[in-house]
């Protein structure tokens, strides 16, 4: 009974850990938005996986005013990715074919302003 309190006690606290920093994305910056990418399953694997996109200003505010659109080739079609509330989140899940980088278009809803955005993917089986 005591070594499976133990098992059990061990498994939540590696599920609580922060994910290994190897296959983290790092964050990219834009107009001062902060721009964080984050994959479901970690770490990105050839096929479908999700993409949530977290925008948010320097001080940790929530930015909602933009659309966000996603794609795994450079030539590929833009999908636009589904706002989460007003929380700065946006969702999309995307075919990646194994392609070295996801490509992320911001667009302000009020301005003329616009940028394409390649965050390198690092894949379950490259380190």
């Known amino acids: ?11 939540l606290l590696s599920a609580c850990s922060e994910p290994d920093p190897r296959f983290q994305i790092a964050p990219q910056q834009w107009n001062g938005i902060v721009v964080e990418v984050e994959s479901r ?4 694997r050839p096929g479908m996986n999700e993409f949530l996109i977290i925008a948010t200003l ?5 930015v909602s005013d933009l659309v966000v659109s996603l794609r795994a080739e450079s030539d590929g ?11 700065g989140v946006y969702r999309r899940a ?3 074919p194994g ?10 809803t009020r301005a003329d302003e616009e940028v394409v955005l ?10």
């Open 1 to 11: 009974m005591r070594s499976l309190i133990i098992v059990l006690i061990t498994a």
């Open 41 to 44: 399953p970690a770490p990105v």
């Open 58 to 62: 320097e001080r940790g505010k929530p």
């Open 77 to 87: 079609e833009w999908q636009q990715a589904i706002q989460d509330g007003h929380s």
């Open 94 to 96: 995307l075919r990646v």
């Open 99 to 108: 392609t070295p980088s996801l490509f992320v278009q911001l667009r302000k």
């Open 118 to 127: 390649e965050f390198p993917l690092v894949y379950a089986g490259d380190r």
